[in-house]
């Protein structure tokens, strides 16, 4: 199985988010990717398995939370 491999644009793009955030999480290892030589690099998979967890992490919380009168 290969995976597709995507610049900074194309992975801020599909995170739906502005590229100098998803440098800012990449550099603190929030959002999976690697300094290949100048460049970042992100592995499309694993960008998709890392909102599949943060789509789950934040669905828990809310089934977690009271409600409040």
């Not at 100098?20 to 030589?37: D, F, Y």
Request: proline share 3%.
């Amino acid at each position: 199985m290969t995976s597709r491999t995507l610049n900074v644009g194309e992975a801020a793009s599909l995170l739906h988010i502005h590229p100098q955030t998803l440098m800012t999480r990449a550099r603190s290892g929030l959002i999976p990717g690697c300094k290949v030589g100048r460049s970042w690099v992100f592995v499309e998979s694993l960008l998709i398995e890392y909102l599949v967890t943060q789509s789950t992490l934040r669905v828990s919380v809310a089934g977690t939370q009271e409600e409040t009168e």
